[in-house]
């Protein structure tokens, strides 16, 4: 139990809306000459800037409420990142989706002029599967923008993304993907009253306020589990932490004691812990 906990930390440690103000950035220009000019990029450089999900994702997590059960939806491209300020020359270079992001979710961009001298962009690199392509577009739909990623190979489909957040977020020098902060806002972001009156407040970028001491929180939301795996959250402080598994139906959240089967291969719901019950706005 001690090691599984440990893992979950590690996980936590090492592993996110549209409504996000827009900022300021600079573009870092930096070793390759570009030819197309900087104005002529930060069009393109604006749509695709922050965190992106799968839009089968979202619906799969809106309609299920549990990670476990959603995280087959979306497969392979669940996610993408675009941190707008990693330019070199006229590549978008990927760099912190190297580090936070699945090898099929990251992507290099290269922006180029076409020949009616408007400017384009296209994958720079394959990021998965020798024998399929990738192409990258995008729509404007009902003021939202759309980014559409195509997959061709045996056959060809394409993926719709939706942005979650543009300005990626960090605190406590701990930053999560798209996929993380689209779970905390979607299912835990707000008040919650236990039934002892103490009031617990989760916020989408992992950190949580006055919940047994601890700063932050991590739901599980791996594409590799058991379905018979129970949802799973952890606390946790710079040293120590805990792991629940947990349920959440009708705005009420239930955690419980993890329970392992004897060759550990197993995890399932114990004993109740604590209930808690979201606060609605006034």
Excluded at 108 to 121: L, P
Excluded at 174 to 198: C, H, M, Q, R
Excluded at 236 to 261: H, M, P, Q, R, W
Aim: with cysteine; aromatic share 12%.
């Amino acid at each position: 139990m001690r090691f599984l906990i440990a893992a979950l930390i590690f996980f936590a440690l090492s592993c996110g809306n549209n409504n996000v103000p827009e900022q300021e950035h600079v573009f870092v220009l930096s070793g390759k000459k570009s030819l197309v000019p900087d104005s002529a990029k930060q069009r393109l450089l604006r749509i695709l800037e922050g965190g992106w999900v799968n839009e089968d994702y979202i619906s799969a997590l809106d309609d299920l409420h549990s990670p476990v059960k959603a995280a087959s939806a979306g497969l392979p491209e669940r996610q993408m990142a675009f941190d707008i300020s990693h330019v070199n020359g006229d590549t978008l270079v990927n760099g912190r989706g190297r580090m936070d992001y699945d090898a099929t979710e990251r992507f290099d961009i290269v922006f180029f002029m076409k020949r009616d001298s408007t400017v384009g962009f296209r994958i720079g690199e394959n990021p998965g599967y020798n024998d399929e392509q990738y192409a990258l577009n995008y729509s404007f739909e009902n003021n939202d923008t759309i980014l559409l990623l195509t997959v061709s190979g045996e056959k060809t489909v394409t993926y719709r993304f939706r942005r979650v957040f543009r300005a990626f977020p960090e605190s406590d020098n701990v930053t999560i993907t798209a996929i993380e902060y689209f779970i905390n806002e979607t299912l835990f972001n707000g008040k919650w009253k236990s039934s002892d009156g103490k009031e617990t407040e989760f916020l989408p970028d992992g950190r949580v306020k006055n919940f047994k001491g601890y700063k932050r929180y991590s739901v599980y939301c791996e594409k590799e589990n058991a379905v018979s795996r129970p949802d799973e959250i952890s606390f946790y402080n710079d040293t120590s932490g805990v792991t629940y598994a947990y349920t959440l139906i009708d705005n009420v959240l239930k955690f419980y004691e993890l329970k392992e089967s004897d060759d550990g291969m197993e995890i399932s719901r114990g004993k109740l812990v604590t209930s808690m019950e979201m606060v609605k706005a006034e």
